[in-house]
């Protein structure tokens, strides 16, 4: 791990008391394994990690119900488990219970390796239960040569147990086992334990309380594998909200453990594998949400912000960041901000790994002038013992480190550190070390650096705040040779000069504040610009004049008297001949400015950069006390007669060294093309193209339409040819360079070429029934077009159904000055319509693209099918598809503040969600309008000449795409030319017109008639919101009467109320109850099943019908919905009559049930048989609707299994379970693990279990 490039080996050796003792270091990242190898303990004995934390909400289980502790000290979990308690002080004799997934809170890699392991484990009994299977198949043929109707049955019987084995082998996905959760109150403080193992005897567990107070923590082991040791997955527990939430903190990934250990890592028996600074203590906080692949969310910031001041946190490290939109802007920077200038807590973090180009940096560490901001170096030592290059090369930075300027023009990168190191990880990764680098790597190296430094400044009684710490690391950072600013920023971190630097000037004028320096004139995302970053061709053409504004950053809590006498003679210093300053400004407590000009006309084409710094006039070796930076592009102007090309000549590339071009891309361009030519090569070279411009309201990098990035394996003698988007008017920066660890040199000529295919302005294309025209225009030189306009999603728009705001907890989430933290709830009511699976995306729109940005807090969305089940989650950043069956679907928003104000502006948020066709629909483009007009000749695109413009058409689809629905939008883009020339193309939705049998039937009818029936219907709707409603059930009842009474034969009422009672009751409900809700579901089915008509559907299906004929059609419509009903009500029926049967294979009535529901003279077997030889008669199960098909499925299982079959019972059960269609119930999954249970199938009877508890959570889960 290197440590001597910073100096931070040879200050330990110097000073071995000031490793890091006294400083507590917070680790905002994936979570950190608490029982890491070298994290146990801290140099001077104290334990290593104080305290682990989740502030995702991904491993909060809900706790909030409480049972009593029962007979032989037991208790029924959530999952049905009799658990089993230890000898534990539980006073009240009352527990909380709760219940969690176990692969919900396991990383992503673990995932995948515990369910091989499982797999293994679970096929492995599943061939032995084949196995008997096929010998009791072989048994039977061998003793039955010549078998009878009835004993063909059976044998059938026997080939459908195996068919059944090999559907259940085929739709196996592991779900993972179920975890129960007991909380409780030992009288001193909350405890809580986990069933791992889900075996209910706890009697072994040690309760673990907070880890904060005893430091305990578990170890995930087998589930159920093969391997007792298969997880080795670390986890603690939290407890809130008085025992109603239990938090399971464990790694959202290997990441955060490896950050720890480059910290602060200690290995008492091997000191050479030490981190940076080995007796610093650290708590862990999981950030990386696990529910979004370890991504952050402000939520999970800022509870980490309020907990690690709350427990005395002198630094934090932060090894994450995303792109960003809005220069030092956002909530969460805010509060970033806040604590560190108000709070006192250092904070450190990576600047991102989108480089080489400029203006690469992420965000929160490039955009926060509170935070320090760490690229990535690379040494040579380095290079020889962690990579095992064969050659040496000088010290350089990583090829991937991002950039500065800031968009506004402020540094991006404060400081470099080594940026790879082998350090410790999980041992769920089955590792104990592993290499890593990134400036993840670089940032907590940097880190354990200021950990040091604070170290000896509390051992040593200076003062400092993090303001002073930064001023002193910048300040004596060491130069990189060769390394641009962009890179380095101020330089390469030095442990030793910096503590000097603190000692030597504690007692110094202002030594303790941020003194800021910013341009009032020039605004950036709405503030002041913190550098000066000259970019735009035009601009950099001329002369520019601005203020410069000087101010101290005073504590709102200084001592008034401070500012009064607070006064610096400031010289200002800048070491360029075309930045012009004064000289000299007196700094007063409120601040000072100046007129600073910059003339950058003769500066030649490039990239310039220079300082413009404040130095104390009486003691000028402090260093600089404020600095803005400048940066200057001189993009190359292409000549009338380039032809709109560049050649770049033919240059020896080595690795690591960076070679930039700025162009002014010219008007009218659309994109550039690449063309790399090589000559004579040895050995294999990797070359680098990292394309970008700046593009204003657009992410800077990663979103960026306008980048590109190529890592190009060079061949000898051959021509690569790479394209990219591109805007006319911009600077165009085009980095090529060879990879840092490309060894050799390599010489490669390259040439741009801008093309242009300009399409008309105005951003989305919006289609209507009319033909819209597009205009297409090449300025710069003859184009190819191809041309076609394809739809692939269909976009609906949601308005809430409920907006809820409610107060969060103190505990978790108050922030200082008793500022409360809200949090709105918008539900929305979604319909997936088709029959397959489809991809959906929810689009917050306005919330989306941003998170450190974002003037809210957080955002997190979360989808759950009608069962509660969630199917996906997803924040405001990146684009999240969930995949969604067919069906009814809850979103849930949840949008997060302080200031409620801002969130009750937000009740009535519309979000959009697009929904992929299984087919993509095409528009169609004419050359002209008459064509678009008559349906003429199609137009596909040809050449247009230079400077030519051209008019086509486009008109929408006329394809009837199924869900769609009037208001609704296509989705698609129309594309002009070969390469991603792209226009977003939106269709509306027309309203269908309606059918020629409608209108007929509209017409043979009254206007009277219409209105009663329209009334009629209006109030069925009704029926059914308030059937929907469980707590108008009274309601319901009086409206279904009075329907009833006007309407007694109408089915469509009919089947309402049927609905109504076709419900199964719960485990509490007694055999009285449940006969009543039976009895009152069969009156109601036989009084559809009256109003249906079976005799009259039977002579009407029983003759041939005209198709052309409307009259004939209107008939055999209302046919079809009577017999639609009269299927539901068998259905219903019988279901609800196998419920008065105990359970199968039983025949019998249950205890209770009064004898009066069979018919006179019948068994309930007899009677059973009857209601499914009915069923037979109507039902063609592979014709019917999926629900349909499920419930004929139960009946048909229940009927085979109280007839000896239970083969062909789970045979029919699990072609649903592998139907990718099926909607599979509660009720069929009970049904298939009965089954099983009777077979003596243990594995697959705990399989189901564990899927029923996936897909039918009781509650909706809790978030945050």
Same mark, same amino acid.
Request: with cysteine.
């Given at each position: 791990?290197?440590?001597?490039?910073?100096?931070?080996?040879?200050?330990? %050796?110097?000073?071995?008391?000031?490793?890091?003792?006294?400083?507590?270091?917070?680790?905002?990242?994936?979570?950190?394994?608490?029982?890491?190898?070298?994290?146990?303990?801290?140099?001077?004995?104290?334990?290593?990690?104080?305290?682990?934390?989740?502030?995702?909400?991904?491993?909060?289980?809900?706790?909030?119900?409480?049972?009593?502790?029962?007979?032989?000290?037991?208790?029924?979990?959530?999952?049905?488990?009799?658990?089993?308690?230890?000898?534990?002080?539980?006073?009240?004799?009352?527990?909380?219970?709760?219940?969690?997934?176990?692969?919900?809170?396991?990383?992503?890699?673990?995932?995948?390796?515990?369910? #091989?392991?499982?797999?293994?484990a679970f096929l492995e009994k599943h061939r032995a239960a084949v196995t008997a299977a096929q010998r009791r198949l072989a048994e039977w043929d061998a003793v039955h040569k010549a078998p009878s109707e009835a004993e063909k049955r059976e044998k059938k019987d026997l080939e459908a147990v195996i068919e059944s084995l090999g559907d259940a082998a085929d739709s196996y996905v592991d779900p993972g086992p179920v975890c129960d959760c007991v909380v409780f109150h030992d009288g001193d403080k909350w405890r809580a334990v986990l069933d791992t193992m889900g075996q209910g005897d706890l009697?072994?567990?040690?309760?673990?309380?907070?880890?904060?107070?005893?430091? %305990?923590?578990?170890?995930?082991?087998?589930?159920?594998?093969?391997?007792?040791?298969?997880?080795?997955?670390?986890?603690?527990?939290?407890?809130?909200?008085?025992?109603?939430?239990?938090?399971?903190?464990?790694?959202?990934?290997?990441?955060?453990?490896?950050?720890?250990?480059?910290?602060?890592?200690?290995?008492?028996?091997?000191?050479?594998?030490?981190?940076?600074?080995?007796?610093?203590?650290?708590?862990?906080?999981?950030?990386?949400?696990?529910?979004?692949?370890?991504?952050?969310?402000?939520?999970?910031?800022?509870?980490?912000?309020?907990?690690?001041?709350?427990?005395?946190?002198?630094?934090?490290?932060?090894?994450?960041?995303?792109?960003?939109?809005?220069?030092?802007?956002?909530?969460?920077?805010?509060?970033?901000?806040?604590?560190?200038?108000?709070?006192?807590?250092?904070?450190?973090?990576?600047?991102?790994?989108?480089?080489?180009?400029?203006?690469?940096?992420?965000?929160?560490?490039?955009?926060?002038?509170?935070?320090?901001?760490?690229?990535?170096?690379?040494?040579?030592?380095?290079?020889?013992?962690?990579?095992?290059?064969?050659?040496?090369?000088?010290?350089?930075?990583?090829?991937?480190?991002?950039?500065?300027?800031?968009?506004?023009?402020?540094?991006?990168?404060?400081?470099?550190?080594?940026? @790879?190191?082998?350090?410790?990880?999980?041992?769920?990764?089955?590792?104990?070390?592993?290499?890593?680098?990134?400036?993840?790597?670089?940032?907590?190296?940097?880190?354990?650096?200021?950990?040091?430094?604070?170290?000896?400044?509390?051992?040593?009684?200076?003062?400092?705040?993090?303001?002073?710490?930064?001023?002193?690391?910048?300040?004596?950072?060491?130069?990189?040779?060769?390394?641009?600013?962009?890179?380095?920023?101020?330089?390469?971190?030095?442990?030793?000069?910096?503590?000097?630097?603190?000692?030597?000037?504690?007692?110094?004028?202002?030594?303790?504040?941020?003194?800021?320096?910013?341009?009032?004139?020039?605004?950036?995302?709405?503030?002041?610009?913190?550098?000066?970053?000259?970019?735009?061709?035009?601009?950099?053409?001329?002369?520019?004049?601005?203020?410069?504004?000087?101010?101290?950053?005073?504590?709102?809590?200084?001592?008034?008297?401070?500012?009064?006498?607070?006064?610096?003679?400031?010289?200002?210093?800048?070491?360029?001949?075309?930045?012009?300053?004064?000289?000299?400004?007196?700094?007063?407590?409120?601040?000072?400015?100046?007129?600073?000009?910059?003339?950058?006309?003769?500066?030649?084409?490039?990239?310039?950069?220079?300082?413009? %710094? @404040?130095?104390?006039?009486?003691?000028?070796?402090?260093?600089?006390?404020?600095?803005?930076?400048?940066?200057?592009?001189?993009?190359?102007?292409?000549?009338? #007669?380039?032809?709109?090309?560049?050649?770049?000549?033919?240059?020896?590339?080595?690795?690591?060294?960076?070679?930039?071009?700025?162009?002014?891309?010219?008007?009218?361009?659309?994109?550039?093309?690449?063309?790399?030519?090589?000559?004579?090569?040895?050995?294999?070279?990797?070359?680098?193209?990292?394309?970008?411009?700046?593009?204003?309201?657009?992410?800077?990098?990663?979103?960026?339409?306008? #980048?590109?990035?190529?890592?190009?394996?060079?061949?000898?003698?051959?021509?690569?040819?790479?394209?990219?988007?591109?805007?006319?008017?911009?600077?165009?920066?085009?980095?090529?360079?060879?990879?840092?660890?490309?060894?050799?040199?390599?010489?490669?000529?390259?040439?741009?070429?801008?093309?242009?295919?300009?399409?008309?302005?105005?951003?989305?294309?919006?289609?209507?029934?009319?033909?819209?025209?597009?205009?297409?225009?090449?300025?710069?030189?003859?184009?190819?077009?191809?041309?076609?306009?394809?739809?692939?999603?269909?976009?609906?728009?949601?308005?809430?159904?409920?907006?809820? /705001?409610?107060?969060?907890?103190?505990?978790?989430?108050?922030?200082?000055?008793?500022?409360?933290?809200?949090?709105?709830?918008?539900?929305?009511?979604?319909?997936?319509?088709?029959?397959?699976?489809?991809?959906?995306?929810?689009?917050?729109?306005?919330?989306?693209?941003?998170?450190?940005?974002?003037?809210f807090e957080s955002q997190l969305w979360m989808v759950f099918d009608a069962n509660k089940q969630l199917m996906g989650s997803g924040d405001g950043l990146h684009t999240y598809d969930v995949t969604l069956s067919k069906g009814k679907h809850t979103i849930k928003l949840h949008i997060r503040h302080d200031n409620k104000a801002l969130l009750d502006r937000l009740k009535a948020f519309e979000i959009a969600v697009d929904f992929a066709l299984t087919k993509e629909v095409s528009g169609t483009t004419y050359p002209s309008l008459i064509d678009a007009l008559t349906g003429g000749a199609?137009?596909?695109?040809?050449?247009?000449?230079?400077?030519?413009?051209?008019?086509?058409?486009?008109?929408?689809?006329?394809?009837?795409?199924?869900?769609?629905?009037?208001?609704?939008?296509?989705?698609?883009?129309?594309?002009?030319?070969?390469?991603?020339?792209?226009?977003?193309?939106?269709?509306?939705?027309?309203?269908?017109?309606?059918? #020629?049998?409608?209108?007929?039937?509209?017409?043979?009818?009254?206007?009277?008639?219409?209105?009663?029936?329209?009334?009629?219907?209006?109030?069925?709707?009704?029926?059914?919101?308030?059937?929907?409603?469980?707590?108008?059930?009274?309601?319901?009842?009086?409206?279904?009467?009075?329907?009833?009474?006007?309407?007694?034969?109408?089915?469509?009422?009919?089947?309402?109320?049927?609905?109504?009672?076709?419900?199964?009751?719960?485990?509490?409900?007694?055999?009285?109850?449940?006969?009543?809700?039976?009895?009152?579901?069969?009156?109601?089915?036989?009084?559809?099943?009256?109003?249906?008509?079976?005799?009259?559907?039977?002579?009407?299906?029983?003759?041939?019908?005209?198709?052309?004929?409307?009259?004939?059609?209107?008939?055999?419509?209302?046919?079809?919905?009577?017999?639609?009903?009269? /299927?539901?009500?068998?259905?219903?029926?019988?279901?609800?009559?196998?419920?008065?049967?105990?359970?199968?294979?039983?025949?019998?009535?249950?205890?209770?049930?009064?004898?009066?529901?069979?018919?006179?003279?019948?068994?309930?077997?007899?009677?059973?048989?009857?209601?499914?030889?009915?069923?037979?008669?109507?039902?063609?199960?592979?014709?019917?609707?999926?629900?349909?098909?499920?419930?004929?499925?139960?009946?048909?299982?229940?009927?085979?299994?109280?007839?000896?079959?239970?083969?062909?019972?789970?045979?029919?059960?699990?072609?649903?379970?592998?139907?990718?269609?099926?909607?599979?119930?509660?009720?069929?999954?009970?049904? /298939?693990?009965?089954?099983?249970?009777?077979?003596?199938?243990?594995?697959?009877?705990?399989?189901?279990?564990?899927?029923?508890?996936?897909?039918?959570?009781?509650?909706?889960?809790?978030?945050?």
């Amino acid at each position: 791990l290197p440590k001597e490039e910073t100096g931070a080996a040879k200050f330990v %050796q110097a000073n071995p008391t000031c490793d890091g003792r006294g400083v507590l270091v917070a680790i905002f990242d994936t979570g950190v394994d608490p029982a890491a190898k070298g994290l146990q303990v801290t140099s001077d004995g104290k334990p290593k990690i104080v305290d682990v934390v989740d502030c995702t909400g991904s491993g909060d289980v809900d706790t909030s119900e409480v049972r009593d502790v029962g007979e032989g000290n037991t208790v029924k979990g959530l999952t049905g488990r009799t658990l089993k308690l230890g000898d534990w002080s539980i006073p009240t004799k009352k527990v909380h219970v709760g219940l969690k997934r176990i692969l919900e809170i396991c990383p992503g890699p673990l995932v995948r390796r515990l369910r #091989e392991d499982r797999k293994e484990a679970f096929l492995e009994k599943h061939r032995a239960a084949v196995t008997a299977a096929q010998r009791r198949l072989a048994e039977w043929d061998a003793v039955h040569k010549a078998p009878s109707e009835a004993e063909k049955r059976e044998k059938k019987d026997l080939e459908a147990v195996i068919e059944s084995l090999g559907d259940a082998a085929d739709s196996y996905v592991d779900p993972g086992p179920v975890c129960d959760c007991v909380v409780f109150h030992d009288g001193d403080k909350w405890r809580a334990v986990l069933d791992t193992m889900g075996q209910g005897d706890l009697t072994a567990c040690t309760p673990m309380t907070n880890f904060f107070d005893e430091r %305990q923590h578990g170890t995930l082991g087998g589930l159920r594998t093969t391997k007792d040791s298969a997880a080795l997955l670390s986890y603690a527990l939290n407890i809130h909200e008085d025992g109603n939430v239990l938090s399971i903190a464990c790694d959202s990934g290997s990441h955060g453990t490896h950050v720890a250990g480059i910290v602060a890592a200690n290995f008492p028996d091997a000191p050479e594998l030490n981190g940076v600074a080995p007796g610093a203590q650290l708590i862990a906080y999981k950030i990386g949400d696990s529910r979004l692949a370890s991504m952050e969310t402000g939520s999970a910031l800022v509870r980490a912000l309020l907990h690690a001041k709350e427990r005395g946190c002198d630094v934090i490290n932060m090894s994450f960041g995303e792109s960003f939109m809005y220069d030092n802007s956002g909530r969460v920077v805010e509060l970033m901000a806040e604590f560190v200038d108000r709070h006192g807590i250092t904070f450190v973090s990576s600047a991102g790994n989108n480089g080489p180009a400029l203006t690469t940096i992420g965000a929160p560490a490039g955009t926060c002038s509170s935070i320090i901001s760490v690229g990535a170096f690379v040494s040579p030592g380095m290079m020889e013992v962690e990579y095992s290059l064969r050659e040496k090369l000088k010290p350089t930075m990583y090829t991937w480190s991002s950039r500065g300027p800031c968009p506004d023009g402020y540094w991006g990168v404060s400081l470099v550190a080594p940026g @790879g190191a082998i350090a410790p990880v999980p041992a769920w990764t089955l590792q104990g070390k592993q290499l890593m680098n990134g400036t993840s790597m670089s940032s907590p190296n940097a880190c354990g650096g200021v950990a040091l430094i604070l170290s000896a400044l509390k051992a040593a009684g200076v003062p400092h705040t993090p303001m002073s710490v930064r001023r002193a690391i910048e300040n004596t950072a060491a130069p990189v040779p060769g390394v641009e600013p962009f890179a380095l920023g101020h330089g390469l971190l030095q442990v030793p000069a910096s503590v000097a630097y603190l000692k030597e000037y504690a007692g110094a004028v202002g030594h303790l504040m941020r003194i800021s320096a910013s341009l009032p004139g020039r605004i950036v995302s709405g503030k002041a610009a913190r550098g000066l970053y000259i970019r735009d061709p035009k601009e950099s053409a001329g002369v520019v004049q601005t203020t410069m504004m000087v101010r101290p950053e005073w504590h709102p809590e200084v001592d008034n008297r401070e500012q009064v006498a607070f006064e610096l003679q400031i010289e200002l210093r800048c070491d360029a001949q075309w930045v012009h300053i004064p000289q000299y400004m007196v700094l007063g407590s409120q601040g000072k400015g100046f007129d600073i000009k910059v003339d950058p006309t003769g500066l030649p084409e490039g990239v310039h950069f220079t300082t413009v %710094q @404040g130095f104390d006039a009486k003691q000028p070796a402090r260093g600089a006390l404020f600095t803005l930076p400048v940066t200057c592009v001189r993009p190359i102007r292409l000549a009338p #007669e380039s032809d709109n090309r560049l050649e770049i000549p033919c240059k020896a590339y080595s690795p690591g060294a960076i070679d930039r071009h700025f162009i002014a891309v010219p008007d009218g361009a659309t994109y550039a093309e690449f063309a790399f030519r090589t000559t004579a090569l040895e050995g294999n070279h990797t070359l680098v193209l990292h394309a970008l411009q700046i593009v204003p309201g657009s992410p800077h990098v990663n979103r960026n339409p306008m #980048e590109f990035e190529k890592y190009i394996v060079l061949k000898p003698n051959t021509e690569i040819v790479e394209r990219m988007l591109v805007r006319g008017g911009l600077t165009l920066e085009a980095v090529i360079c060879k990879w840092w660890a490309s060894l050799g040199e390599c010489s490669v000529a390259v040439e741009v070429t801008f093309h242009g295919v300009c399409v008309r302005a105005g951003g989305a294309l919006h289609l209507h029934a009319a033909p819209e025209p597009v205009e297409v225009h090449t300025p710069l030189r003859p184009e190819t077009l191809t041309v076609s306009a394809k739809f692939t999603h269909l976009r609906k728009f949601y308005r809430p159904k409920k907006a809820l /705001i409610k107060a969060m907890t103190a505990e978790r989430d108050l922030l200082p000055l008793g500022r409360q933290i809200c949090e709105l709830e918008l539900t929305y009511a979604v319909e997936q319509t088709e029959k397959e699976a489809v991809k959906c995306t929810p689009r917050p729109h306005g919330l989306y693209d941003l998170l450190y940005d974002s003037p809210f807090e957080s955002q997190l969305w979360m989808v759950f099918d009608a069962n509660k089940q969630l199917m996906g989650s997803g924040d405001g950043l990146h684009t999240y598809d969930v995949t969604l069956s067919k069906g009814k679907h809850t979103i849930k928003l949840h949008i997060r503040h302080d200031n409620k104000a801002l969130l009750d502006r937000l009740k009535a948020f519309e979000i959009a969600v697009d929904f992929a066709l299984t087919k993509e629909v095409s528009g169609t483009t004419y050359p002209s309008l008459i064509d678009a007009l008559t349906g003429g000749a199609k137009y596909t695109g040809g050449v247009l000449q230079k400077g030519a413009r051209s008019v086509f058409h486009v008109t929408p689809p006329t394809d009837k795409v199924p869900g769609a629905k009037s208001g609704d939008f296509l989705v698609g883009v129309l594309k002009v030319a070969d390469h991603k020339q792209e226009v977003p193309l939106l269709a509306r939705v027309q309203k269908e017109e309606e059918s #020629e049998e409608e209108a007929k039937e509209k017409s043979e009818k009254t206007d009277e008639e219409l209105l009663r029936e329209a009334v009629r219907d209006v109030q069925i709707s009704q029926l059914k919101a308030l059937r929907e409603d469980s707590a108008k059930g009274d309601a319901f009842d009086a409206l279904a009467k009075e329907l009833l009474a006007a309407h007694p034969a109408h089915v469509p009422l009919l089947r309402e109320v049927l609905s109504k009672h076709d419900s199964d009751g719960d485990a509490e409900e007694g055999a009285d109850k449940a006969s009543a809700r039976c009895r009152a579901a069969i009156a109601a089915a036989d009084a559809v099943i009256a109003a249906a008509g079976p005799g009259e559907l039977a002579t009407h299906y029983g003759v041939k019908h005209d198709p052309n004929d409307l009259a004939d059609k209107q008939v055999c419509k209302e046919m079809d919905k009577r017999k639609e009903a009269l /299927i539901e009500a068998l259905l219903i029926k019988t279901d609800r009559f196998a419920e008065l049967l105990k359970p199968a294979p039983s025949t019998e009535l249950r205890e209770g049930v009064d004898a009066s529901v069979v018919p006179a003279g019948k068994t309930p077997h007899e009677e059973l048989s009857a209601q499914w030889k009915l069923i037979q008669q109507w039902v063609v199960a592979k014709d019917q609707k999926i629900d349909v098909q499920v419930k004929h499925a139960l009946i048909m299982s229940s009927h085979e299994r109280r007839h000896g079959r239970p083969g062909a019972a789970v045979a029919e059960l699990l072609k649903l379970a592998k139907s990718k269609e099926a909607a599979l119930s509660k009720k069929v999954l009970g049904e /298939i693990k009965s089954i099983c249970e009777q077979m003596g199938w243990d594995h697959l009877s705990m399989h189901y279990e564990d899927l029923s508890f996936k897909l039918f959570p009781a509650k909706f889960p809790i978030h945050m």
